[in-house]
């Protein structure tokens, strides 16, 4: 079979990454989106989140469930590269260049808090944080963020806000800032390891499981959520998979 490096989805180009090409990941700069599976069955709906997909740098395959539908469907084999597994990665690059500023853009102030414990247990003591507004799923601005930013400047902008809202604000940032960064689009994925979301391992996460667990977790908000995602198929058949 042929070997895939990137394939083009609706304009948007998702890079076939395997896991031992994590070194080469971690020296780039960037917008890097992990783009699940119900805001990409609403792209059409959604037009500044399939801007800002179609704007970023590094695209993963965080969705187990795009991953096997491009195999039924279309005969497309990719590697799944989720959130979490690059977290997981992430956070020994950290370890090993503590002195990278870390800048938190996070949903509550609660969180923001366990997030700067869990990074103070990590060794990593060169951290920051913001609490976001309620931003709409539309074009927006933050002035008061940007200058935040352009003050500290950090080396890591790692966003756990919403999917479908993280990756317009960090098109957004990326647009405005003047200095380079890695600007993450992780969503709640750093929750797994805080313990503010589901607990979620290297087993789940390979078997394709995660969303099984987070229903478990909390099913009032995540089954709804994969429910809309099922209109993904219909999408995957109607168009087409570009390989690069």
């Not at 805001?39 to 096997?68: C, M, R, W």
């Not at 090993?96 to 247990?121: C, E, G, L, Y």
């Not at 750093?190 to 667990?213: C, E, R």
């Not at 429910?227 to 690069?244: D, H, M, R, T």
Request: net charge positive.
């Amino acid at each position: 079979m042929r070997s895939i490096k990137k394939i083009k989805f609706r304009n948007i180009v998702f890079n076939n990454f395997k896991e031992n090409q994590i070194k080469f990941i971690m020296k780039k700069n960037g917008l890097f989106v992990f783009p699940a599976a119900e805001p990409l069955a609403t792209l059409v709906e959604n037009s500044h989140y399939h801007k800002s997909l179609i704007f970023s740098d590094f695209v993963f395959f965080d969705s187990g469930y795009f991953v096997l539908l491009l195999r039924v469907f279309k005969g497309v084999k990719v590697n799944k590269f989720s959130g979490y597994k690059f977290l997981v990665n992430f956070f020994k690059f950290l370890k090993k260049n503590n002195k990278d500023k870390i800048f938190s853009i996070d949903p509550s102030k609660s969180i923001s808090i366990n997030n700067q414990t869990f990074f103070n247990s990590l060794g990593l003591k060169n951290t920051n944080s913001y609490v976001a507004p309620l931003y709409k799923k539309k074009s927006f601005s933050d002035i008061h963020l940007l200058n935040i930013l352009k003050k500290y400047k950090p080396q890591n902008i790692i966003i756990n806000i919403g999917g479908g809202t993280q990756e317009i604000l960090g098109s957004y940032i990326k647009k405005n800032i003047n200095f380079d960064a890695k600007i993450i689009c992780t969503g709640g994925a750093i929750s797994y390891f805080t313990g503010d979301q589901a607990p979620i391992n290297n087993l789940i996460d390979k078997f394709y499981l995660g969303w099984l667990v987070r229903i478990i977790f909390k099913p009032t908000i995540f089954l709804p959520r994969y429910i809309k995602a099922l209109s993904l198929v219909v999408k995957i058949i109607s168009n087409k998979i570009e390989i690069i």
